[in-house]
């Protein structure tokens, strides 16, 4: 093991150790003998215990830590701190601005634990209520962990959507005469992307030359199959295909496996289409738009009319300036009625959530005087009082029967003690659901997407529940969240649940993310008549009636 090893040894160690808040002295200590280490003109392996000791800055209880490193190949306390470090905490030294003070904030206080969960509270302006993070720090902090999970290779849906459009746009121009089409798993709509998928008819030298023209690195070049990586580090892969089998390999790459399966058992290709339509008119089957295409019920089954992007009528959960959000309760809502919706719930953090600036009872009075001389004027817009209140631990909401009792209605989330077992999160969910109180239950399992997989719950317990106590379920449509996953909102459908999709918007712009919402609950097959931010200001109203007769 040479110096240089020693030294970043030592140098962790010593960073580990301060964010768990040991002893500065002996944290100094293991750093300052990275730095002595690191310029020694020797190496420490050739030399004898005795003169390891006499280097100034080492010492007897250093020296041996140098000898254990020489002989074993490791130091066993800092195997020991990294084993109780998690691996996203790890992950934050390598951030440019975020030094071992600031992780241990992070981590302990705020209660982050991964860079994604880091800037989604960066998103949320979070970083800037604890001392140490202005507004300067919070967006650079920002930038260095978009720049670090850029060069992952996974994506979130939104986070690859306009690459994927300029590359296809910058190809058919190109190319006006061969064919592209999107495929894979972004033509489906999923919501993590690891590649960009077409179907063309251009050759593999023609494509080729153009990718290397453009400084893309060459993955694959098989006769079938190519594929690149630019500077952006996302995966560019192409089927080649013949103009006669063009549509046919299309269909193929645009199905999941399962769809494929049942499809090809069911019916027979002959290969030349004019379109993807003319295949399902062929078996004489209703066509499945490719976002449809994952379970094979679908192909027993009445298509449904999915819920489109225009069909939301209001903005249910959204934060103002009131706990965490960027803009004022009046702008949020003078947007809301300028983009032609009814009325807008405004849902900010109830007063657990300290981190967020959550409401406390005399804030309340004064947010819903506001909310009665807004809607004076706003009318016939309307916006509701609302809350997200904090599942507590024991499943409780964190307002007395009376608080509760001022809200229109109420979403209920669960927020702290994320790291839950089974038992412990379905008694907390179950408990909120059961309380009289319970409009909406929020964002069911908190998870982030390739950040945190969330708390493990038992879905269709949940379901059930919130079907026997007419409690709806939100699909929250940040695209970091889509919780609930779209994959249990058939059995949603089935038990009569409503969903509905909330943006749970921070900001003006936060209104946006209300479409990647929507295109997760077409994967789920959901209607505009079973989501409740698509209902008409009137039977919004006749619903929150209905909800109110729980509560006597």
């Not at 982050?112 to 919070?138: D, I, P």
């Not at 005469?177 to 593999?204: P, S, Y």
Request: aromatic share 10%.
């Amino acid at each position: 093991m040479d110096n240089y090893t020693i030294a970043d040894n030592f140098s962790l160690l010593a960073k580990l150790m301060d964010i768990h808040g040991e002893n500065s002295f002996k944290t100094k200590s293991y750093s300052s003998a990275a730095f002595t280490i690191e310029k020694l003109p020797v190496e420490l392996a050739t030399l004898p215990a005795e003169k390891i000791f006499a280097i100034k800055g080492v010492g007897e209880n250093i020296g041996k830590k140098i000898i254990e490193q020489i002989t074993t190949g490791r130091l066993e306390l800092l195997d020991e701190y990294i084993e109780k470090t998690p691996p996203g905490i790890q992950e934050m030294m390598t951030i440019k601005g975020i030094g071992p003070k600031k992780i241990a904030v992070i981590w302990k206080e705020l209660e982050v634990e991964s860079l994604g969960e880091l800037l989604y509270a960066c998103n949320e302006n979070r970083l800037t209520l604890y001392k140490g993070f202005g507004e300067k720090t919070q967006q650079n902090i920002k930038e260095s962990i978009e720049f670090f999970l850029s060069n992952k290779g996974s994506y979130l849906f939104a986070q690859i959507e306009q690459y994927a459009a300029q590359v296809d746009d910058k190809l058919k121009t190109v190319f006006k005469d061969q064919q592209f089409e999107l495929a894979g798993d972004f033509r489906r709509h999923l919501e993590i992307i690891e590649k960009i998928e077409w179907v063309t008819t251009t050759d593999t030298k023609t494509l080729r030359d153009f990718f290397i023209a453009n400084e893309f690195e060459i993955v694959v070049n098989a006769a079938t199959e190519s594929a690149f990586k630019g500077k952006e580090n996302v995966l560019l892969v192409f089927y080649h295909s013949t103009p006669q089998k063009f549509y046919q390999t299309l269909f193929e790459k645009s199905c999941s496996p399962e769809f494929l399966e049942a499809w090809v058992d069911m019916t027979a290709f002959n290969e030349t289409y004019t379109s993807e339509a003319d295949i399902f008119l062929s078996c004489n089957k209703p066509v499945v738009p490719a976002f449809l295409r994952e379970r094979k019920t679908i192909l027993n089954s009445t298509i449904p009319e999915v819920i489109q992007a225009n069909d939301i009528t209001g903005i249910i959960h959204c934060h103002s300036k009131w706990s965490d959000g960027a803009n004022t309760l009046a702008d949020m809502a003078l947007a809301a009625k300028n983009k032609g919706l009814q009325f807008l719930v405004i849902s900010d953090h109830s007063k657990t959530a300290f981190y967020a600036q959550g409401l406390t009872e005399d804030r309340l009075i004064a947010q819903h005087k506001e909310i009665d001389e807004l809607n004076a004027r706003l009318l016939p817009f309307k916006i509701y009082k609302s809350i997200e209140s904090d599942i507590l631990n024991d499943g409780s909401l964190d307002y007395s029967k009376d608080v509760l009792e001022s809200f229109d209605l109420v979403i209920a989330s669960v927020h702290a003690n994320l790291k839950m077992k089974e038992d412990k999160a379905m008694m907390r969910l179950i408990n909120a659901i059961e309380n009289p109180y319970t409009t909406i239950l929020g964002h069911m399992t908190g998870r982030l997407l390739l950040s945190r997989s969330g708390y493990p719950v038992d879905h269709k317990k949940i379901i059930d529940a919130c079907a026997a106590n007419n409690v709806v379920i939100e699909l929250n449509a940040h695209p970091k969240r889509l919780d609930i996953d779209w994959r249990w909102l058939h059995y949603c459908l089935e038990k009569n649940v409503l969903i509905s999709i909330d943006p749970d918007a921070h900001s003006i712009e936060g209104f946006n993310d209300v479409r990647y919402g929507v295109m997760a609950a077409q994967k789920g097959g959901i209607t505009k008549e079973r989501n409740l931010s698509s209902f008409s200001l009137a039977d919004f109203e006749a619903f929150l009636a209905q909800q109110r007769t729980k509560r006597t």
